[in-house]
């Protein structure tokens, strides 16, 4: 039993809300990812008192972290050793994703990446983990100029500003017509099908979101003449040792500075609701937490 502390919003709970997730079913508390404190171990052999952070089917398949206490099971626990409550409810969901995806990609350091999405949190969290494990170049995309600049206030280079250039003009222009060795796609709709078209030659995509639609139309010229590979990923589906491996990769990252989570907004449980709003209305540039 874990006492949560702060938990993750993300966009999984406004497909929960909207009845698009099949698995769902009312009455059911949501939330996909938190921290928080252990204070009954059971017989996982986990101490009382011990600092984790976890996600899972919680929020979809179970009750999930907007609630003050949370049954956990100890396969899904990491711990998050100094990183503080806030942040570390910032990082299950994305980075594990995001670290994850770059491995399954066959990431090695001096590949191209690309990560549409630069204010949202797979897209930053792919975007700070492959440059801070070696990337050639990291690409991104924006929606508006003023989160393209704020990007770069921010230290992310080559971001593309969607308003003023398209996705696969730009990465044409930052590398030179050879395009990406990988795409991690979080967005869907016609990203997915832009993204692929910047694939350079044996690249590979994955695809793991639809904000931006569940449709898409893609060339499959881009797959052929390429020789390239498209997946999708659901961070549902990996197992306990490919989690347990992620998170070593991802925690001393973020102890060292080398990535640095973005946190938006800070809400109260209490706010949930408002919170949820903001980030699907609002797109804010980095997550949304709330506390408890």
Do not use: C
Not at 65 to 83: F, K, N, Y
């Amino acid at each position: 039993m874990v006492r949560v502390t702060a938990a993750g919003v993300t966009p999984l709970e406004y497909t929960v809300l909207s009845g698009g997730h099949p698995r769902a079913k009312a009455p059911l508390v949501l939330g996909n990812e938190g921290v928080g404190v252990i204070e009954d171990a059971g017989d996982s052999g986990l101490e009382v008192g011990s600092r984790v952070m976890f996600t899972g089917p919680y929020g979809v398949g179970e009750n999930g972290t907007w609630q003050e206490w949370l049954l956990v099971r100890p396969e899904h626990l990491a711990s998050p050793d100094a990183i503080g409550d806030v942040v570390a409810a910032s990082l299950p969901v994305a980075y594990l994703t995001a670290q994850i995806t770059l491995t399954q990609a066959g990431f090695k350091p001096g590949m191209t990446v690309l990560a549409p999405g630069i204010g949202g949190s797979v897209g930053n969290a792919t975007y700070q983990l492959a440059r801070a494990q070696g990337a050639g170049k990291v690409i991104s995309t924006a929606g508006s100029a003023a989160k393209a600049a704020r990007a770069r206030e921010l230290g992310f280079e080559d971001v593309i500003d969607l308003t003023a250039e398209g996705l696969a003009d730009g990465v044409r222009r930052i590398t030179a017509g050879k395009g990406v060795d990988i795409v991690i796609e979080s967005i869907g709709g016609t990203v997915t099908s832009e993204a692929l078209s910047s694939l350079g030659l044996g690249g590979v995509l994955i695809t793991l979101g639809y904000s931006a639609g569940r449709k898409t139309t893609i060339d499959v010229t881009d797959l052929i003449w390429k020789r390239a590979r498209m997946a999708g990923f659901s961070l549902f589906a990996q197992s306990p040792a490919t989690i347990a491996n992620a998170w070593q990769d991802i925690v001393p990252l973020v102890l060292s500075g080398k990535v640095k989570p973005i946190v938006e907004r800070i809400y109260p449980l209490a706010e949930a609701g408002e919170a949820l709003r903001h980030l699907i209305e609002d797109r804010p540039f980095g997550k949304v937490i709330l506390t408890m």
